[in-house]
DNA sequence: TCGCATTTTTCAGTCGACAAGATAAATACA
DNA sequence: TGTATTTATCTTGTCGACTGAAAAATGCGA
């Protein structure tokens, strides 16, 4: 038997309609987190008893997921989770450092107000990962400092493909993750820094430069990882 | 009642697991077409009716829909197709643009040698609407000729993307469609001839600009029609 | 021991039915 | 006659069961 770990799972009841949400938000993060490697079966019944409802929400939700390309379905056989692609990474690298830029690039164009205030909350709470060490909030508030950066271009269809992404991302940082202290260079704080700066003097060609460079540090970090990392050992 | 016209749907039966592909098929196709005008309430029952099948693959093709975001559901109420943003379509002609450019980039990059055949292929098929002044097949083969372009680029993340604009773009310019010989700007031709040369020179840069001055045509275009034309009076 | 054909088992795809929200209709009341 | 409240209807979300296709298990002959 697979992993399939945990949990709870509220034996009450849920609310009408919320069914599909729960067990979407769940998967989708068990699979992002590797605790549903690539490649593991997915078992609807196993699912359905596991969250104590029918096999028809779980489906549904697995069409999601099947939708953003997190699960593959071998055709009236099984469904798994869907593999990385690794001799294809430079495709992944190459759009989001094209992400990155140009939703920066608009953020610097189409800014407004109280978009500043979100952005910076979101790098404060990356600086307090940061300086806490810990890598894993460092992807995840990393991500939402971006996100946050990318709702304030106001593209959404930049939007759709960079959240998928960062999302792809985090699947694959964890991928190859070891030990919590890797290395954590925190000159990423300051070139947070330095991006916020450029979009609130809404200088678009500063701010795509630094975007730039900002993707090609953490490209550069995360093929580092790849090629050092003692690799697919799954801590944690 | 609403319009729900046409037609057939096999009466014969169908073979297991192609039920939904089926009908998430034509559903696409009928909202994309305009034959399922923005806004229109999408019955489950009245679906399950016309294709003589249980609800059940009817719904999950409208959850395929739903992730493409060609349908929008209500909670616990009706589904109804998904309006067209025209406040926004800025961003999306900006999305497009960057999309022509990449996708020609990586093919005169990434490009084997039998992609050029399927190129070329593709263009002999759109200079034929052009001459037979076929605009909706213009429209159709102008998206495949891309397409294939985006193939021979082989990022996966932008095919998708592109994909999906082309396909929007297919619902705006529908719904903008007045008369069949409204303009039909022959230049189109030649323009896709060079981006081809460029391609096939592996001269990055220079299919970088032919893409680009491409798109803006292609966008001036549908921007004309949006302000020239007579709208919504959606003819065939 | 191995290869092939046959049976068994498992699980995805589909179905019909039911129940809960939501809307529209009907009724009561001021 | 207009508004509030109850009732009826309609549709979605969920369920359990059935069916068939593909994989795993079994049997058989070389």
Redesign the pocket.
Known sequence: MIAMTKNATTPKE???????KFVYDILRDEILDLALPPGSL????QLAERFS?????I??ALVRLLGDGLVT???????IVSNIDFLNLHTFFDALRLMYRVTTRLAAEHHRADDLGRIKARQAEFAAAVKAEDALAMISTNREFHAEIAEAGRNPYYIGLFLKLLDEGRRIMRYYYSSYADRLPPQYVDEHDAIIAAIEARDVERADALASAHADQIVRQIQQMIAGGSSKTISL
């Open positions: 849920r609310k009408r309609g919320s069914g599909v997915i078992d609807e019944n409802m029918s096999r028809t929400p489906r549904e379905t071998l055709p009236n056989r099984s469904t």
